[in-house]
């Protein structure tokens, strides 16, 4: 990676090392990616300036009109700001919209470091315990069918792949459960992102994830029976087992 430095030290990307030009469809999100991965993992420094569309057009292979694309992309989300006649300039961390969906699934996809693991489990051990113990106050006769629908899923699942999607919905259908319609609305893409990615990710085993069936069915007959303290534990103790498999010994979830 190439940099010059532009008078006030405002540094200057001018060339970006990239393995090969894309090829596939979609091409503005694959530019996207390839970039705001740069960003979040800290290959590229805030306040530097990419190189401009003609340099960006000729490394990715592709468009100016996809690199423009692209780059809306990673203005929406806080990454960049794009001025005319300057160029898109990396935005400091505290404007990046780092719980953003596609933004987590990518992180995911590229052997994401160990600290951003951990702040998911954390995300996690704050959001499904409370939203389980709500669900065991306030879950209808739907919201238990669901949960019980996606539990017998992933009882019944015939490959990993079925198993992984069964145990996403069993916790969407938890949240859902909650009655609480700003943590539905507002968390539960990223818990759908982050749980699809992560177990995707993580599980590798379709036997171990079938061992976990037995941990999610107890989260699901204390809401059944209405029981908010062993809904919260059994999570707890299901978030525990997840950084156990995917090798995070240390961590621990909040007491109640």
Do not use: Y
Request: proline content about 5%; glycine content about 4%; aromatic content about 4%.
């Amino acid at each position: 990676m190439n940099k010059n430095l532009l008078p006030g030290k405002l540094s200057i990307v001018t060339e970006l090392n990239i393995a090969e030009p894309i090829k596939r469809a979609r091409l503005h999100e694959q530019v996207a990616q390839t970039l705001s991965l740069k960003i979040l993992n800290r290959e590229l420094e805030p306040d530097t300036l990419l190189p401009n569309e003609d340099a960006l057009s000729r490394q990715f292979g592709v468009s100016k009109p996809v690199i423009r694309e692209a780059m809306n992309f990673m203005e929406a989300k806080g990454l960049v700001k794009v001025r005319p006649r300057v160029g898109a300039r990396i935005c400091d961390p505290s404007n990046w919209v780092i719980n953003d969906p596609t933004l987590l699934r990518w992180r995911m996809e590229s052997a994401p470091e160990k600290s951003f693991i951990l702040n998911l489990l954390e995300v996690r051990t704050i959001i499904e315990p409370i939203a389980a113990g709500l669900a065991a106050e306030r879950a209808d006769e739907a919201a238990q069918a669901k949960i019980t629908a996606a539990l017998a899923d992933m009882g019944e699942a015939r490959n990993l792949e079925e198993h992984i999607r069964a145990d996403v919905q069993f916790h969407l259908a938890i949240l859902d459960a909650c009655g609480n319609e700003l943590l539905i609305s507002s968390l539960k893409p990223v818990i759908d992102s982050m749980l699809g990615s992560s177990f995707t990710q993580f599980i590798h085993s379709f036997d171990a994830a079938q061992n976990s069936v037995e941990m999610h069915s107890r989260v699901a007959e204390a809401i059944k029976n209405k029981n908010n303290d062993d809904a919260v534990a059994a999570m707890r103790e299901i978030i525990k087992r997840s950084a156990k498999d995917i090798q995070i010994d240390h961590f621990q979830p909040e007491a109640s």
